[in-house]
């Protein structure tokens, strides 16, 4: 596997300016000296090769990455940004290092469960290794764009869309968690491309439109479930403080059918769903 090798290049300004200062001494000696063909030749030779030199003159701008080739040999590097010269024969390649994102398509994939779910991420990342990203892959963007879509799609099928059973985790509830799994898996993946993954997290994640409407009417039933749970729990804990509550001042005494028929009414009228309407008893209770 190539690494990356930095290396410095020449200022390009002093460089700039002996290789002008060249070019104007080989004019003059070309013009006083055109009827010499002993000086001439030599000349002119110097002349052309000074031309070429000017051809490794290059930029480099800040957060970015010279790669220098010799005849397909990797040379090195060049970070330092700047005016900068280098052999004229190198290749040179810009990488970019300045921290990149994009948002992946929306997958549709099959969770844990089987259900069909629509999900896509957003990726933030950068170019740690220059030799990497412009010799290990054939395409370091797209290789980024694809791999980071099989890892979304591949751990998408590892856990369910919503956690049925407690302490199990989800793609919903646990964002944070998950957000950490993807970038770990995307991070393996780019790791021989020369990429660092920064972050990684869910930015679209829905059910599929042909079961939106079931899932939905599921979470609904799911929701007034656990709410009639909690009422529940509440009438029942108010209707053994009003028994214990009569039972300690001594209201009244009442009997276990009593008691039971006590019961059944305040659980009626705490769990229902509409205001009670009460039945005023003119009578004594045991007729």
Avoid at 75 to 88: E, L
Avoid at 104 to 132: F, M, Q
């Amino acid at each position: 596997m190539l690494r990356e090798r930095q290396v410095q290049a020449v200022p390009g300004g002093p460089t700039f300016l002996a290789l002008f200062a060249s070019l104007l001494l080989l004019i003059l000696l070309l013009v006083v000296f055109h009827r010499t063909p002993a000086v001439v030749v030599p000349v002119v030779i110097l002349l052309i090769t000074d031309c070429i030199c000017f051809g490794g003159l290059f930029t480099v701008a800040p957060n970015e990455g010279k790669v220098l080739q010799l005849f397909g040999r990797y040379v090195g590097t060049v970070r330092d940004p700047g005016w900068k010269w280098a052999n004229p024969l190198y290749t040179k390649r810009k990488i970019s290092l300045r921290i990149r994102n994009f948002e992946s398509n929306k997958l549709k994939v099959n969770e844990h469960d089987g259900s069909p779910i629509e999900i896509a991420a957003v990726v933030v990342w950068r170019v740690v290794d220059t030799a990497e990203a412009a010799f290990e892959v054939d395409d370091y963007q797209n290789y980024v764009h694809v791999q980071s879509e099989s890892a979304l799609r591949n751990l998408a099928t590892q856990y369910p869309y919503d956690a049925h059973e407690e302490g199990k985790m989800s793609l919903r509830a646990n964002t944070a968690e998950i957000a950490e799994q993807i970038k770990s898996e995307i991070q393996a993946r780019l790791a021989k491309a020369g990429v660092e993954v920064i972050e990684a997290r869910i930015s679209h994640l829905a059910y599929a439109p042909e079961i939106a409407g079931a899932m939905l009417r599921r979470q609904q039933a799911s929701a007034i479930i656990a709410a009639r749970q909690r009422i529940v729990e509440g009438a029942v804990g108010m209707v053994d403080m009003a028994l214990e509550m009569l039972k300690q001042k001594h209201v009244v005494e009442l009997d276990e059918e009593r008691k039971a028929a006590m019961v059944s009414n305040l659980l009626v009228v705490l769990c229902g769903e509409h205001d009670a309407r009460p039945v005023v008893n003119a009578g004594t209770i045991y007729h």
